[in-house]
């Protein structure tokens, strides 16, 4: 792999993170179309998201610095970061399972783009549902919410099937509020990419030699790339635009499948 083609996967990475277009999905398409393209794995994908994972970091940097610090403090909003804290910890639970369970598909679905076209065309289907059915929205989150949209995100593994798509659009089929939804979805993103970061540290020994270098700048543009997306998000979520991602969900897929069949 060269470093042009780190860069532009780490690019592409960023960009689709967090927009609800399937980052691995996006991926796995991209490497497919390259010609001699030596595909780096699941490992790569992974040093790409560890750069996404630091965006989120820096962007809700002050609300995880009062999340972390709620349980040492007794004043009344730690009482309810402290439940905030519980939620993320139990919705991090079934993606946990989930995660580990389907991780040798994973590896399989990468490498088949007609499937993950198909994936597309169904994370299409979930925005567009979400949008169209979407509520006023409550801000106030429940265990059955966490543990529905750790559900999600842990099904949101399989390439094609959009993570944050899959989280937010889940919360807001429950008439959670779409900021609210975004926000918990970043968040409980944390602890599943840092899980599979270490679940894959294994694999470094594996690394190829002399590439590096080539992992850290695709991690590095996916960090940058990513702090844009994620507030570009928020604003299309508060001016209910989703339904723009299904159609572009829709065209990739249906191309996909075209393309590949």
Do not use: N
């Not at 750069?51 to 999340?67: C, E, N, P, S």
Request: with cysteine; glycine share 12%.
């Amino acid at each position: 792999m060269t470093l042009s083609e780190g860069l532009l996967l780490g690019v592409l990475q960023g960009l689709t993170e967090f927009l609800p277009v399937s980052s691995s999905g996006h991926l796995a398409l991209a490497q497919q179309l390259m010609p001699g393209f030596e595909q780096p794995g699941l490992l790569f994908d992974v040093a790409l998201h560890l750069g996404t994972l630091v965006a989120v970091i820096i962007y809700f940097r002050q609300d995880l610095k009062q999340l972390l610090t709620a349980p040492f403090r007794h004043d009344i909003k730690a009482v309810q970061e402290r439940r905030y804290l519980r939620l993320l910890i139990v919705g991090s639970i079934p993606t946990a399972i989930i995660g580990l369970t389907l991780k040798d598909t994973v590896e399989v679905l990468f490498h088949r783009p007609l499937v993950v076209g198909g994936l597309l065309l169904v994370t299409g289907l979930l925005l567009f549902v979400a949008e169209r059915f979407r509520s006023s929205g409550r801000k106030r989150l429940t265990l059955a919410d966490s543990l529905i949209t750790g559900l999600a995100q842990g099904i949101a593994v399989l390439p094609g099937i959009s993570r944050s798509g899959a989280t937010i659009a889940a919360l807001m089929l429950r008439g959670v509020e779409g900021q609210t939804a975004a926000r918990f979805s970043f968040l409980l993103a944390l602890p599943a990419v840092g899980g599979a970061a270490l679940v894959s540290l294994k694999d470094v020994e594996h690394l190829p030699q002399g590439e590096i270098g080539i992992y850290l700048a695709g991690a590095g543009i996916s960090c940058l790339v990513g702090l844009i997306c994620i507030h570009a998000l928020l604003g299309i979520i508060r001016k209910k635009r989703l339904y723009y991602f299904s159609l572009y969900c829709w065209l990739v897929g249906g191309a996909a499948l075209y393309y590949f069949q």
